[in-house]
Nanobody, 119 residues
Framework: QVQVLDSGGAVVQDGGSLRLSCVMS????????MGWYRQAPGKQRELVAG???????NYADFVKGRFTISRTNTKTTMYLQMSSLQPDDTAVYFC?????????????WGQGTQVTVSS
């Protein structure tokens, strides 16, 4: 079991910056992927950025060069540094941890944190 708690959402102006945090606890050693997702009203949830167990990162094309994903060495906290925010970035942002144990994967989601970019 893994507990996931995301936070840091706020209302920011167009062009502003924000940092989201995700704190994880429990069976940390079984986590092999961490990611940030977002869901805008009326749209499907989409991957924003992810980081694998060995530290490889990937970004959605729409955030490349603007957002940076990182985590602590203990892998208990993950961040999403967002800059040059645009109104289209407005969404609920979710943190996800995926575990691999005995050949089975399981996803654990945070409750979501609202990011609103005002024009």
């Amino acid at each position: 079991q893994v507990q996931v708690l995301d936070s840091g959402g706020a209302v920011v102006q167009d062009g502003g910056s924000l940092r989201l945090s995700c704190v994880m606890s429990g069976d940390i050693l079984s986590i092999n992927f961490m990611g940030w997702y977002r869901q805008a009203p009326g749209k499907q949830r989409e991957l924003v950025a992810g980081i694998t167990g060995d530290g490889s990162v990937n970004y959605a094309d729409f955030v490349k060069g603007r957002f940076t994903i990182s985590r602590t060495n203990t892998k208990t906290t993950m961040y999403l540094q967002m800059s040059s925010l645009q109104p289209d970035d407005t969404a609920v942002y979710f943190c996800k941890a995926r575990t691999l144990s005995w050949g089975f994967t399981r996803d654990y989601w945070g409750q979501g944190t609202q990011v609103t970019v005002s024009s």
